[in-house]
């Protein structure tokens, strides 16, 4: 994984830094956003939030008050709440996102999200997951229609939020971006996950049917 990727010119002149996939990489979950965060760019670690006491009141602000997907990871079991915001301890599962650098007034765009698919690739074949988890409606579309055969018409969010979508050697629980959920969203999606952990779902691989 390149520290110094200048695959995306633009992108090259507004990030503090590149981020690459983190966590357990013998992980059975493996979740995609579409782009770090703020707080992820400044730390290095996809997803991360800023800390307790930080506060901004900007359109770029993400909120330690609402739902973070830390948050979510820590009632599944699978982060430890004790460790801290730039080096989570993560339990069998792995982090990342479509593209490793940050615009903040804008999302990457087609061109940019293709520079780092090779990036995405080679994370999702050395982490071999069973279960692909697309964080928000591009991260659904760019894994839907990769790893499934089900039409990318079809797919959207919040329709297929907290469903499971069977694909092709993979399992996807899609799941609107934790700050954008409301309560009863975020409630659906962790009962579907706590079901899917209880379940035997490692005989979901190689299955191609939804």
């Known amino acids: 994984?390149?520290?110094?990727?200048r695959n995306c010119p633009a992108l090259c002149e507004t990030r503090t830094q590149v981020v690459h996939g983190y966590g357990d990489v013998a992980?059975?979950?493996?979740?995609?956003?579409?782009?770090?965060?703020?707080?992820?760019?400044?730390?290095?670690v996809p997803f991360a939030s800023p800390e307790p006491s930080a506060t901004d009141d900007g359109p770029d602000a993400e909120s330690e008050s609402g739902t973070?997907?830390?948050?979510?990871?820590?009632?599944?079991?699978?982060?430890?709440?004790t460790s801290p915001v730039d080096e989570p301890v993560l339990e069998n599962v792995f982090l990342t996102n479509l593209t490793r650098c940050r615009d903040p007034e804008r999302p990457p765009t087609d061109e940019?999200?293709?520079n780092c698919d090779p990036y995405l690739t080679a994370e999702i074949r050395m982490i071999n997951p069973e279960?692909?988890?697309?964080?928000?409606?591009?991260?659904?579309?760019?894994?839907?229609?990769?790893y499934t055969t089900t039409p990318a018409d079809e797919l959207s969010l919040p329709a297929d939020h907290a469903?499971?979508?069977r694909g092709r050697g993979f399992e996807l629980v899609p799941m609107v971006e934790p700050r954008d959920q409301s309560d009863?969203?975020?409630?659906?999606?962790?009962?579907?996950?706590?079901?899917?952990m209880?379940?035997?779902?490692?005989?979901?691989?190689?299955?191609?049917?939804?």
């Open 27 to 44: 992980a059975d979950f493996l979740f995609v956003g579409e782009r770090p965060t703020a707080s992820a760019d400044e730390r290095g």
């Open 131 to 146: 279960i692909l988890i697309p964080v928000g409606e591009r991260a659904l579309m760019e894994i839907g229609v990769e």
């Open 184 to 196: 009863a969203q975020t409630q659906a999606w962790l009962e579907t996950f706590v079901d899917l």
């Open 68 to 81: 973070s997907l830390r948050r979510l990871l820590e009632r599944l079991g699978l982060c430890d709440s």
């Open 198 to 210: 209880a379940s035997d779902y490692r005989q979901t691989k190689g299955q191609r049917d939804r």
């Open 1 to 5: 994984m390149d520290e110094e990727c």
């Open 112 to 114: 940019e999200i293709g």
């Open 163 to 165: 469903t499971r979508i």
